[in-house]
């Protein structure tokens, strides 16, 4: 090894140091971008020297011949990625159906003052005003109205929630097409890093990208990823590959019995295995919960039309009138409705069992029909209280499920920010480090080169 | 652990805003006074606040109905004093008639005013309370006391070879070809519609029609055609004609009105019970109105025993009347136990739902102070680490 062997080493050093500054650079920059993960380079020493070139002054032992830049590395924990994907994937399921039932639940509004549940009572008690004092017209219009706007409540609350959950179909179409354009995005990443990787590059901002495109798509559905090259990359979506390296898979929506449109597989290998993320809660709420709810509403009209009529045709109104129906016959919390004949003459309201004015029997039973178990062994009033407080209960579920994946997501993205997160402080003092370093390997250049001024002064031409 | 500067914000981040929910939380708490403003926030708590409100609401209906009830039963009262005053006023003037030396010119006086006590007694009976006669049991729309219409003729039902058709009060009946009276009657009987026409026979085989009706004149508007005549049905030229006799014109039954989940209360009795009409109280023995009228008659003549046998009358009259009155004293007495209990229950059931579904202010008021100074203290420690840098200590 010859003296100059010292000034390539310094070179080496110096090197090193700059490329380690435009990595803490780059780091800085990047200190904000979301999906950023740090990075830091990899030295490893020179390779050693080979030939015969050996120092007299080392003989028997070499010497070192500086530091080389191996490459650079993201710091990651692939595990806690795996983790995070998890984590969002149930938080955003819990997320979403807790916004929808919310808006199911504002349908309610039940424990103001014009909630269903006091029309219902009302209902009831004009029934047993009516039976207190059954001769006037007066409480007979009373009647009417009271059921005019509880049967008007009804038809608005099954409505509107039915249009939520026709609205809810949008949403399902709007995150299929998210994770269609989602799964391009990745399938192009995908063909860039392979790439790259032909070109013997480390393609880690591609990497990044490809990382914060998975975690993107978690909230949208149940994806679970394998492999980390650009070819060998799995994305899966319950059990069949939305992704295989630059192959993607298309997913499409298919009209269900009910009208639903549910997320297919385009090339018909059937519906998509969804058990989480929003997708799973969009489904759960639309095509589950909902129904139940709209189920109630319909048992309580379908009892209030059933009960209510069976008393009231075999009643007598003022003038005589019987075998009137107090509902319009129907079925169905959409079809409730009472009577056209009767908004238009309430005197048709029947009281009476015999005909006589003040027989109020029929007015009595179906006052009594409030506290009879008609659904499922519950009276209507409780029925529907169940139906509120069990929306209650569904929504707070959704809310405390929500937080405390929120909780764990949060905890998880806490321990990825300190693995792979950017500390300014941190960067500064390796900055001062490489600084130095640089510093002293200058210095060493600097010594060699007067070492080798003053050889050439002893040895040189004069 | 490695803490870096992003970690650092989105903690402080996350704290701060997980205050910030926990105040507004606390804010709305204290600005609407209610722990469970949405049934998500507490479905148990929701459900029996619902339980209560509709409690509540039953309650304030059958509070209604009991005043709807009271007023009907101190109606009824009242009626019933009236009755009672009147029998023992007429009892009076009848002990004071059984004097040989009493003028004619007072003994018609005593008729006149027994005249106008029976008016009065037919006044009292025929008491309304909103309208509604208060003694006609359900027949609210009809006068209690009635005069019986007949309608017959002399002589027996003849049956014929062809049928035909009785028109009753404008109600279409068949006659059969061959009936007997006996059918005749049962099957009108048993034809509603008809504005209670009732059929019997008229003691010579004849159908004979009665009515109960306030007034006189013809009410029973009766026609034939086919194979049958009037005469052949009711027996020979058969009349509508109007009883002296007073009937009974209201409904069976009772005002019945319901003060809680199990009670209904009787809020009425009929002119049937209170004077005996129809002989329904005292079977055997004629109206208290009869009663009067005869007494007037053995007043005039001065028929000791006649006379004797009224003040009798009267005596079992005041006394049904007087033992009536006790029992709408009690219950009266019941209903007012029973709104005393409604009310109980009541504000019970308010302070039930107030404890489910208000707030505890003052307590409310106290966490929304320490939440604003965490909420402080949050912001405050925040600002000082962000300020801390390693740039402010390198040259």
Known sequence: ?462 | MRVTLGSQMDYAKANMSASYARLVRLQELVASGKKVSRPSHDPVAANQSLYYTQQLADIEQYLRNAGIAKDFMARTSVALDEVYSQIQSAIGDARSSINATMSRAAREGLAAKLDALLERLRDVADTRHLGRYIFSGHRTDSPPVALEHRFTGTGAFVPQATGGTLTINGVAIAVEPGDTAAALIARINQRSGLHRVTARDNGAGGVELRMAHPDGGNVIQVAVSGGYTLDQIFGTAPVETVGTGFTYGGGDGSVRIQVSPSTVVSASTTAAVVFNLDSAAAPGEPDLFRVIQDLKRAILDADVPATELGITRLEAASKRVLAMRVEFGGRIQNLEGMVGHLEQTRDNLKELRSRTEDADVAQAVVDLKTQEQVYQAALFSASSVFRLTLLDYLR
């Open chain 1, 1 to 462: 090894m010859g003296t100059f062997t010292s000034l390539t080493t310094a070179a080496s050093g110096m090197h090193a140091a700059r490329a380690a500054m435009e990595i803490i650079a780059n780091n800085i920059a990047n200190a904000n971008t979301p999906g950023f993960k740090r990075q830091a380079p990899i030295f490893a020493e020179g390779n050693p020297p080979t030939g015969t070139s050996i120092s007299s002054a080392t003989a028997g032992s070499f010497t070192g011949t500086g530091v080389q830049l191996k490459g650079i590395r993201r710091i990651q924990d692939a595990f806690l990625d795996m983790r995070i994907n998890a984590a969002t994937q149930s938080k955003a399921q819990w997320s979403i159906a807790r916004d929808l039932l919310t808006a199911v639940e504002s349908q309610f509004n039940e424990l103001g003052d014009n909630g269903l549940a006091s029309l219902l009572d009302r209902f009831w008690n004009q029934w047993r005003e009516l039976a207190a004092s059954p001769e006037g017209l007066p409480p007979r219009s009373a009647v009417v109205a009271s059921a005019d706007m509880l049967a008007g409540r009804i038809r608005e609350i099954y409505a509107n929630i039915r249009a939520q959950q026709t609205q809810m179909n949008s949403g399902v179409a709007t995150r299929v097409d998210q994770i269609n354009r989602i799964a391009r995005d990745i399938a192009e990443v995908n063909e860039k890093i392979v790439a790259l990787e032909h070109g013997g590059y480390g393609p880690n901002d591609l990497l990044n990208r490809r990382d914060q495109l998975v975690e993107e798509l978690s909230a949208l559905v149940n994806v679970s990823a394998h492999g980390n090259s650009g070819s060998d990359f799995i994305l899966n979506i319950g059990g069949h590959a939305l992704v295989q390296g630059t192959f993607r898979r298309e997913i499409t929506l298919e009209q269900d019995a009910a009208g639903a449109w549910q997320p297919v597989w385009a090339d018909g290998m059937g519906r998509l295995a969804i058990n989480s993320g929003e997708l799973r809660g969009l489904l759960e709420i639309r095509d589950s919960a909902i129904p139940r709810y709209l189920e109630r509403l319909d048992a309580i009209a379908n009892a209030l039309i059933q009960q209510v009529n069976a008393l009231h045709r075999q009643g007598y109104g003022m003038s005589g009138s019987t075998g009137v129906d107090f509902f319009a016959p129907g079925s169905g919390a959409a079809t409730l409705r009472v009577n056209q004949q009767l908004l238009d003459d309430p005197r048709l309201v029947a009281a009476s069992a015999t005909g006589e004015p003040g027989n109020t029997a029929i007015a009595q039973a179906i006052a009594d029909l409030s506290g009879a178990l008609l659904i499922g062994g519950e009276t209507i009033s409780q029925s529907y209280r169940s139906l509120v407080t069990g929306i209650g209960g569904d929504l707070a579920l959704a809310e405390r499920s929500a937080l405390t994946r929120e909780f764990t997501l949060q905890q998880l993205t806490r321990q990825r920010e300190s693995v792979s997160g950017v500390s300014l402080d941190e960067e500064l003092a390796d900055m001062v480090r490489y600084q130095q370093s640089f510093a002293a390997s200058a210095r060493i250049f600097e010594a060699t080169n007067y070492i080798l001024q003053v050889l050439l002064e002893q040895v040189g031409v004069r």
